[in-house]
């Protein structure tokens, strides 16, 4: 099995906003091994979080989508995403008053043949729809689960123009989601920190 030892690096400049990271893999004739979250590794790439929480979830059908999903203030989250079984598209959006980057997005294919992870940091919408069949996606939490708190925008807001890579497919949602508040139709709570959002690596 070919070894894989692939990271992407950070800059000072580009400091808790989304970032994809690929983990490295070692492999030999038994499989691979890899280190799916070191603390220090993290705060290398500049991602300092205290992760209180583990999520797991699985979705039986391909276009199930889930999103877009924040906690607000004082409970809110920074997440780290990978996926366990199968594959997902996976989207962090700009929620930061004042941001010169509000309502904007970025992407990134996240698979379980690849291990790759998104980092989604506080100020950020969290959501994501699935590739394929029976996918099982995993993320960490930097505050635990608050009902109150809980809150989103809806996933096919035209202020945002998300293209969801739904193959003609009407998608998956849960009644929730189905009812959440256009962008224009909720005000912020997030503070900008000076860091744009940048196209990931």
């Known amino acids: 099995m070919r ?3 692939r990271i992407f690096l950070w800059s000072p400049s580009r400091r808790m906003i989304p970032q994809r990271i690929v983990p490295a893999r070692y492999g030999d004739t038994r499989g691979w091994f ?3 979250y070191n603390k220090r590794t993290l705060a290398d790439l500049g991602i300092d979080c205290d992760f209180v929480q583990d999520n797991h979830s699985f979705s039986a059908a391909r276009g199930t989508l889930r999103g877009i999903h924040f906690q607000s203030p004082p409970h809110a989250q920074a997440k780290l995403v990978r996926c366990l079984a199968g594959a997902i ?3 962090a959006v700009d929620l930061r008053a004042e941001s010169p980057t509000y309502g904007r997005w970025v992407a990134a294919e996240l698979t379980a043949a690849g291990g790759e992870q998104l980092f989604i940091p506080v100020g950020f919408g ?3 729809v699935t590739l394929t069949k029976n996918v099982e996606v995993a993320y960490k939490a ?3 689960y608050a009902p109150e708190s809980e809150a ?3 996933w096919d807001d035209t202020d945002l123009a998300i293209p969801w890579p739904l193959a003609g497919i009407a998608p998956f949602l849960s009644g929730k989601d189905a009812i959440l508040p256009r962008l224009a139709e909720w005000t912020s709570p997030f503070v900008y920190d ?3 959002l940048a196209e990931l690596n």
Request: charged share 20%; proline share 5%.
């Open 3 to 5: 070894e894989q030892t």
């Open 126 to 128: 969290h959501g994501f």
């Open 89 to 91: 598209w996976d989207i």
């Open 34 to 36: 890899t280190e799916s």
């Open 142 to 144: 930097s505050d635990y």
């Open 152 to 154: 989103g925008i809806a």
């Open 194 to 196: 000076g860091h744009p």
